[in-house]
């Protein structure tokens, strides 16, 4: 079974643009969650969709998007880039119900200039 | 809410040692708690996950982690480093209830010295 997979891998961008990253969940997996991880603020939740639903949102600010197409694949978007946006982003799947583990992808390395 | 604690950012063991990561969590009602390791430019791999059957789970590459109610702990162990286990190791935490979102700690940097 194919892991999930995240494009682009890396990412340059400068200030001010927006970016869409994408994800491909495990084949079956309908949760998919987004995840931002800088070395200042290690791991932060930015979101979980479900059925094509926001279920979760973590204390990020409105540039920060997301939305989960019928097929389960899902796009964050961060518009108007700014310095502290550089990170590595991470997406990661998992089935529906408790105890389920999540499974990641390699993440996409955004670096704003 | 739940939240998890991992105590000591930066580990440093010697090759053949015993390996201990802490972990305690925050929970209100019984948890799923997960042990995940990085290494560098890649994501998160589970290593093993707890869901209430057996108090000591063991995972991969010899890893292992003992639920302990009492202490809201759940510490990693591995009884021999070898240096391919100097990563980035998460906990995180879920209860199940607010969709599948997960808790991660900050991390604990493991390396392993020759």
């Known amino acids: 079974k194919a892991g999930v997979t995240q494009t682009p891998r890396y990412l340059i961008k400068t200030r001010g643009q927006q970016v869409t990253l994408s994800c491909s969940p495990i084949?079956?997996?309908?949760?998919v969650s987004w995840y931002q991880q800088t070395p200042g603020q290690g791991l932060q939740f930015l979101f979980e969709y479900f059925s094509e639903t926001q279920r979760n949102k973590g204390n990020f600010p409105g540039r920060f998007s997301g939305r989960q197409f019928s097929n389960s694949r899902s796009e964050m978007n961060v518009s108007t880039l700014e310095l502290g946006d550089s990170a590595l982003y991470l997406c990661?799947?998992?089935?529906?119900?408790?105890?389920?583990?999540?499974?990641f992808g390699p993440g996409t390395r955004l670096t704003v200039t | 809410a739940q939240s998890v604690t991992q105590l000591g950012s930066h580990v440093s063991v010697s090759e053949g040692a015993l390996v201990l990561l802490r972990c305690n969590y925050s929970s209100s009602v019984p948890p799923y708690l997960f042990w995940y390791v990085q290494y560098p430019n890649q994501g998160l791999q589970l290593l093993l996950k707890?869901?209430?059957?057996?108090?000591l789970v063991k995972g991969i590459n010899g890893f292992e982690a003992e639920f302990k109610k009492s202490e809201t702990s759940f510490h990693l162990t591995k009884p021999s480093a070898h240096m391919s286990d100097a990563a980035e190791y998460f906990c995180a935490v879920s209860d199940g209830r607010t969709g599948n979102q997960f808790y991660f700690g900050t991390g604990t940097s493991l390396t392993v010295i020759p």
């Open positions: 707890y869901t209430s059957a057996a108090t």
């Open positions: 084949s079956g997996h309908r949760s």
């Open positions: 990661a799947s998992s089935l529906e119900g408790q105890g389920y583990e999540q499974y």
